[in-house]
């Protein structure tokens, strides 16, 4: 199964960016959906972004819309979270995740989990 390690993640102020990378390794990412999860302290994962097979098509959560993009480059077995204007409520820990089918708030068949990545964003 395709293997996920996230990278990127940092210290950065409120109204900065990250640009979050997940490498993938294995012949079926180009065949997975792709998608992000975010984990703050006390709080239970919630999902962030996830992109089609093909990268045609993309969902976010409400809370990141706008602000974030994913995207993804099969060539280079990556899926990238672009995210911009980032604010405190935005620190947890990022995952990424490949599943069978990315659709709006959630990606079904979810067989592979990164680490995760820590994003703080100071006030």
């Known amino acids: 199964q395709v293997q996920l390690v996230e990278s990127g993640g940092g210290l950065v102020q409120a109204g900065g960016s990250l640009r979050l990378s997940c490498a993938a390794s294995?012949?079926?990412?180009?065949?997975?959906?792709m998608g992000w999860f975010r984990q703050a302290p006390g709080k239970e994962r919630e999902f962030v972004a996830a992109?089609?097979?093909?990268?045609?098509?993309?969902y976010y959560a409400d809370s990141v819309k706008g602000r974030f993009t994913i995207s993804r480059d099969n060539a280079k077995n990556t899926v990238y979270l672009q995210m911009n204007i980032l604010k405190p409520e935005d620190t947890a820990v990022y995952y990424c995740?490949?599943?069978?089918?990315?659709?709006?708030?959630?990606?079904?068949?979810?067989?592979?989990w990164g680490q995760g990545t820590q994003v703080t964003v100071s006030s």
């Open positions: 992109i089609s097979q093909s990268g045609g098509r993309t």
């Open positions: 995740a490949a599943g069978l089918r990315a659709s709006q708030g959630v990606i079904a068949g979810i067989a592979s």
């Open positions: 294995g012949r079926t990412f180009s065949s997975s959906a």
